[in-house]
């Protein structure tokens, strides 16, 4: 593949660690577009500690169209987002959407015209440790899944030779609702009991975690994912296997007092279970007090 100009908006865990991975291998034009001006990122990986320059750019008004962008804002700031998507994204840009939640393609729509949008499914931990720092964790055999289509595996091109992989899944849309589903748990029971990863293994949080589940996996079946009978238990087993002091992203966000994630989540399941007539009382409680929390500053 020739040389990219590659713009990265939102500078934290993932963004952050996508604008350093690509900018260290060397093989494209990285752009950084953060809320905040930044010289360079000190990137911690697998292999040790790169400090990486970076070129930045303050103000979406001074941007112009780019080979590719790829969106890594929390899902809620997308909107706030759009001022880079509309001066970035031009009539030969492809927009790679690194965010969780399902609907990316939908979510970024109104800003970037006919672009094609890649959905990102993001595997990897991308960790802001401090100010200017992001740390890379591997955490499953991939570190990110897209769709295998001609636009995924352009994206799976883009990466190449850098510290960080994308996989074309071909049950791309099956991967998208597991990791939805183990987000519908993990991130609403941490963040509303205000504790890490270990509350997971109190029975009676895992009863109602499964329950939630359940509601869920009834969802994403009415929407055509092929989820298996006993999907529910083997998610919940998925994260018995996470460490038991590792937060979770609306964990930080709660114990920091910053917006939740809970829209494209929780809420996500909610509508959807609405659309198709399927109750998701468990969720859309969980959706409730998620609001309430996010509201009031974590
Ligand atoms: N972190 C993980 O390990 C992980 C793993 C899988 C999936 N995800 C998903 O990946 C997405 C990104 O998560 P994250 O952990 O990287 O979040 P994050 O650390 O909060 O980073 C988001 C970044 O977006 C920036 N931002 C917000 N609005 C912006 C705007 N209008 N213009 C430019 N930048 C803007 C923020 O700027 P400030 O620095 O000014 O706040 C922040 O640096 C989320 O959907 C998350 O659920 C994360």
Redesign the pocket.
Known sequence: MKPQTVAV?????????AAAALQLAGRHDVLA????PLAGLTFQHPGGTAEIPLRCLAD?DAATPADWVLL????Q?TP?????LRRLAGPATRVAV????LGHADRVRPFVGDAPVVPV????????TA?GSVRL?R?AGHDMAVPDDAHGHAFAALLEGSMIGAHPAPDFALLAWR?LLI?IAVNPLTAITRQRQRVLRRPDIRALGLAMLEEAVAVGRAEGAALRPDEATAIWATLMTYPEEAGT?MYH?TMAG?PL?AE??TGYVVAAGERHGIPTPLNAMMLTLLRAVGDAGG
């Open positions: 908006i939102g500078l934290g865990g993932i963004g952050g660690v577009c953060p809320r905040r979406p890594c804002t929390k899902t700031d706030a987002a759009g001022a880079w690194l965010q969780n939640g499914i993001v595997y990897y931990n991308g960790e802001r100010p964790r955490v990791k987000n992203s966000d910053r994630e494209a989540l």
